[in-house]
């Protein structure tokens, strides 16, 4: 219905306007995108507009799924319901709620999240992941599964000091 697109399928339903100046044509069970500008500016938005609507479709018929590693000597996360509580090494646990439509699951290692919005659960991830981001001399904190994190030389004990 104009610029507004909903996507039904297995995990639930989708729905999200469109950026103006895109057109969405149903042919025969497949969705195509057209623009009226061939410019720089109209292709950016076909190419938004295809993958958004492209990624609706992807999370409701398998959904998303984000995995954040915890790394740190008492660093642990637990999940009740809608809450996730992390120990991260401050002086008190942290609570996040967790939007509705994410789920979470919590092993030894880590955290891994669900979601048939990726947008949505792109941003949880990154939410989670600022409580303690991963520190550069050791590692620890939390980090996404594919993560390289660049590490730093720490000091060096034999420079300095009394003679």
């Given at each position: 219905q104009g610029l507004e697109v909903s996507v039904t399928g297995p995990k639930g339903s989708l729905s999200r306007r469109l950026p103006a100046g895109v057109s969405v044509i149903l042919d025969n069970g497949a969705v195509r995108l057209e623009t009226g500008d061939d410019g720089r500016s109209g292709r950016a938005i076909w190419g938004l507009a295809r993958t958004l609507v492209n990624n609706m479709v992807v999370g409701v018929s398998t959904g998303f799924r984000r995995r954040l590693l915890i790394e740190g000597v008492g660093y642990k996360a637990e999940a009740a319901g809608a809450i996730l509580t992390l120990s991260l090494g401050y002086s008190q646990p942290v609570s996040y709620s967790l939007p509705a439509g994410v789920?979470?699951?919590?092993?030894?290692?880590?955290?891994?999240?669900?979601?048939?919005?990726?947008?949505?659960l792109g941003e949880t991830a990154a939410r989670i992941r600022a409580v303690r981001g991963p520190e550069p001399y050791k590692g620890k904190g939390v980090r996404y599964e594919a993560e390289y994190i660049a590490r730093k030389v720490g000091k060096t004990g034999g420079k300095g000091g009394k003679k």
């Open positions: 789920k979470a699951v919590v092993d030894k290692s880590g955290i891994t999240l669900e979601a048939m919005d990726k947008e949505l």
